[in-house]
């Protein structure tokens, strides 16, 4: 039995995990239908699954499977074969900049989550262990939509995923930011760490003028975490609310991935004064 509990909300009002669950099985389907009408197999263990076969998985099965293919095709091909999607992409965050003030009537997408039992030592080991290995299976079992990842030292991150569950994927730049003193949202004083970000298309290094801030605090007995998104004005309104989405399959598997690191006296010992360190320049 799990000795710990993760609780998300949006908008005050609780989610359950089995909600949670029951949208990540459904974007499995949407994407394995992406696979399917672009005639790419999904294999598991070098075994094709018809696509029928794979409306069948259950979640977990469902989950190794496009984690494996994706590794298989690598990030080189995966570039290759979603070219047309990630042009579709570049075209609408384009008309989205085009049409947006910056840092004015900012959208504010956010998700709460109450950790018990999970460190944010336990967190930072999972981002470590993220950044290093640095591949496609790993970021695939944590989001169906997470078609392409690559990260450098820096914290940057490059990105290709259906951002919001809206149209197509989106092949974007990450790099972190700060939080500028005119935009509406501020992080609490307290929060030990804050991740803020610059998200720019990797194409053609367009600002499209959205942020990411999350902010993660330690407890007595685990963290509290407020994931934030700040989309621009000319986005439409389901980009927002799919993403509320988007953050808790991503987070709730990135938690209970968290669960399993267990560091050694050094290992924490080093991490809790970087997050010291840290929470000194928020």
Do not use: C
Not at 5 to 21: A, H, K, R
Not at 249 to 260: D, S
């Amino acid at each position: 039995m799990d000795n710990y509990t993760i609780n998300f909300s949006v908008d005050g009002q609780p989610v359950s995990e089995e909600e949670i669950l029951d949208m990540e099985l459904s974007r499995y389907h949407h994407v394995f239908k992406i696979f399917n009408d672009k005639n790419i197999d999904i294999k598991k263990d070098n075994t094709v699954i018809p696509y029928e076969d794979l409306l069948r998985l259950p979640l977990s099965e469902a989950k190794e499977a496009l984690a494996q293919t994706r590794e298989d095709i690598g990030k080189e091909k995966t570039l290759e074969l979603f070219k047309p999607e990630i042009v579709r992409g570049d075209d609408m965050w384009t008309e989205i900049a085009n049409n947006s003030r910056e840092g004015v009537n900012m959208q504010e997408a956010y998700v709460d989550v109450e950790v018990h039992g999970i460190t944010l030592v336990q967190f930072m080991m999972f981002n470590q262990k993220l950044a290093k290995e640095n591949n496609l299976y790993m970021p695939s079992m944590i989001h169906p939509e997470h078609y392409y990842f690559d990260a450098d030292k820096s914290g940057k991150q490059v990105i290709i995923e259906t951002f919001g569950m809206y149209k197509d994927p989106s092949y974007l730049d990450l790099k972190p930011g700060k939080i500028e003193p005119d935009f509406s949202v501020k992080p609490k004083e307290n929060a030990d760490i804050v991740m803020a970000g610059n998200t720019f298309l990797k194409n053609t290094g367009l600002d499209t003028k959205m942020l990411g801030m999350h902010q993660l605090t330690s407890t007595e007995d685990g963290m509290k975490i407020k994931l934030v998104v700040l989309l621009p004005e000319g986005a439409p309104k389901d980009i927002a609310d799919g993403h509320k989405w988007h953050l808790m399959v991503e987070f709730n598997n990135g938690l209970h991935i968290a669960a399993q690191q267990h560091p050694s006296f050094i290992q924490r010992k080093a991490l809790e004064t970087a997050i010291h360190h840290m929470a000194k320049k928020n």
